[in-house]
Every structure is written in C-alpha cells, then in structure tokens.
C-alpha cells in the first residue's frame, strides 16, 4: 500500500478520533516502538515519511523484512510489535506452494497449500528478538483457510497442539479448525467422580478436562478482520520469546482433513489476558 492510501485507513488505526487531526510529532514519537529505527532500516522497502504521525501509520500497517520472509506491523491496542513468518518458511509437514490470495491481501508472495499426511501439522519457527516487544505475552496463531470454505459438515476438525520451545517440550492444547458455535460450547458436569467427555467426537481420540477450558486451553478458529482469512491460536500464550530462538508445534488429529488447507503463515500477537 502507498503513502497516498494511508488516509483510508485511520480510522482503522485510531480509536479516539480526536488523535487523527494532531499532528504533534512528539505525541506520535510516543506511540512509536522502542528502537523504532530499527525497524525502519529492516524494512525492504523504504519507509518513507515526513512525520512521526505518518511513520505510525506506516508501521501499523505493516511491512515486510528479511528477504519477504517476515511480516512486522505495530498493535494500535497496545503500541507493541506483532510479526508474522511465511508458510512455506516454516511448515516441515507435505505442502506445495501457491499463489492463490488476492496480491492486496496475501503478505507473502506465495502462501502454502497443505497435502494429506499421516503425520498431521507441524512447522518450526526460527525466532529472533526483533519479533516481540520484551516483558509482554504472545500468543502465536495459525493463519489459513480452507479452499472454497469447503469444510465437511458434520466433521470433527479437533487436533491437539503440541509445542517445543528450543526443543524443550511445553504444555499442549485442544484446536479447533472449525468456527465456535453455541453448540460447540462445552458444558462439563462431574459425573461419578469424573468430568463426562461423551460428546467429544471418538475419532479425535482426546480427553478433554474442564482445566483446559479455564484456561484457554481449547481454541477454536475465528475469521480474521480482512475476511478473508481465519486463525486459531496453537499454543498458551507464552512470554520470553524474545530470549528463545525456536518454537516447534505439531497439530495430530484426524490429518486427512488437512488436505488443501491453505496456510498463509505463523503471527504473533501480544497477549493481555494472560
């Protein structure tokens, strides 16, 4: 996106629309990241801009750095950066590259097409400092979509999420491909001393406790705000990452429900609620 096109966009940004007619350069140096310069000089492109306030918008927008193999925008919620790892750099699992996005809405300039594989979902990313704001939880989601939204009705898509941090295994969680329904929502009542799992599908071959609800640990897919695209969070929300330098997570389930997803990439996100 140009610098013309910014304009269309500020309401998107901001809140408080009192902000858009400032133009106080040490107000927008505020809303700025720590080490802003930095980001500037990664960008792959030229950053160009005048003011602090345009520079704001610029990065909130986002842009990509290394090579087009990463994605950096600023949170407008909370001035922290959130950073975004291309599909076809991190999936280990059977895919083939694709161009199938609209170029205005695909960061990357291909995105991965996943192929049925015994051995579900998994992806390694190599993390760097630069992709996190220090002190703050990320949670890390997983951005794809299903060709043609064509999903089989009637059909569990429940994998559980396992996850490395440099290798060391971590906590796992319940994902569900699929969008939350009012039907989906568990109510789990003890039953002969135990919790009753009965209406999890038998296929998954999953326990689910009422712990993993209570703390977040069952995720299901949203529809991101561009529309076109969903995500899911893969793992609890996880915070250090900056002092880390690989997250490996694998998704086992019913793999053969993975064929043609498309995925566009790995994003972390600052986390509040943690």
Same mark, same amino acid.
């Given at each position: ?21 400032? =133009? ?11 080490? &802003?310069? /930095? &980001? ?15 520079? !704001? ?7 990509? %750095? ?28 059977? &895919? ?14 291909? $995105? %991965? ?16 400092? @630069?992709?996190?704001?220090?002190? !703050? ?23 559980? %999420?396992? !996850? ?30 135990? /919790? =009753? ?14 712990? @993993? ?7 299901? %897919? ?7 695209? =969903? ?11 900056? @002092?880390?330098?690989?997250?490996? $997570? ?12 498309? $995925? ?11």
């Amino acid at each position: 996106m140009q610098h013309e096109d910014i304009e269309g966009f500020k309401s998107l940004l901001i809140s408080d629309e009192k902000d858009i007619d400032n =133009d106080d350069d040490e107000y927008w140096e505020k809303k700025l990241p720590d080490g &802003y310069q /930095h &980001y500037i000089e990664m960008s792959d492109k030229p950053l160009n801009h005048t003011t602090k306030k345009e520079l !704001y918008f610029l990065l909130c927008e986002g842009f990509l %750095a290394d090579n087009g193999h990463l994605w950096l925008s600023l949170c407008k919620s909370t001035g922290m950066i959130c950073s975004m790892l291309s599909a076809t750099d991190i999936l280990t699992s059977r &895919y083939k590259r694709v161009d199938t996005l609209p170029k205005s809405k695909n960061r990357f300039t291909e $995105v %991965a097409e996943v192929s049925n594989s015994s051995g579900g979902l998994s992806f390694t990313c190599q993390i760097q400092s @630069h992709m996190f704001s220090p002190q !703050y939880a990320y949670a890390c989601y997983l951005v794809f979509k299903f060709e043609n939204h064509d999903m089989r009705p009637n059909k569990s898509y429940m994998f559980r %999420a396992y !996850y490395e941090l440099d290798d060391i295994q971590q906590d796992s969680c319940l994902v569900d491909l699929k969008h939350r329904t009012e039907m989906d929502i568990p109510t789990i009542n003890p039953k002969y001393g135990s /919790h =009753d799992t009965s209406y999890i599908p038998r296929t998954e071959a999953l326990s689910l406790r009422k712990c @993993h609800i209570e703390h977040g640990l069952f995720c299901w %897919a949203e529809q991101r705000e561009d529309g076109l695209m =969903d995500e899911v969070m893969v793992c609890k929300p996880l915070q250090g990452l900056e @002092h880390h330098t690989t997250l490996n $997570v694998k998704l086992l389930g019913d793999s053969d429900r993975l064929g043609g997803m498309i $995925v566009e990439g790995v994003e972390f996100r600052p986390y509040l609620n943690f």
